[in-house]
């Protein structure tokens, strides 16, 4: 897969990363929630999530479960750059 890019108002050009909606508003408002990232890079950084949506994966049982899952998530598409803020201010 090839890379995708983004343009951000604060760091300009970069690749993308998907971040849940509670990592992505954490950069908003400092208050950490959590790291989870999925091994497997095929954007510039890997899907993360935060603690909330990781405990909501226990729950996963069909594949189904599985796409409610990562819906119910509300992935926001961020630059690799505030993936990184993210990952640095929520990391437990």
Not at 83 to 88: I, P
């Amino acid at each position: 897969m090839s890379k995708k890019y983004t343009e951000c108002s604060l760091h300009g050009k970069q690749e993308i990363g998907l971040l849940c909606t509670h990592l992505a508003h954490s950069l908003l408002d400092r208050i950490p929630v959590g790291f989870h990232e999925y091994n497997e890079e095929d954007l510039g950084r890997p899907d993360a999530w935060c603690n909330l949506c990781e405990k909501n994966q226990e729950h996963i049982e069909t594949d189904q479960d599985r796409e409610n899952w990562f819906t119910s998530c509300d992935y926001k598409i961020l630059c690799a750059a505030c993936w990184d803020e993210a990952k640095e201010l929520n990391e437990n």
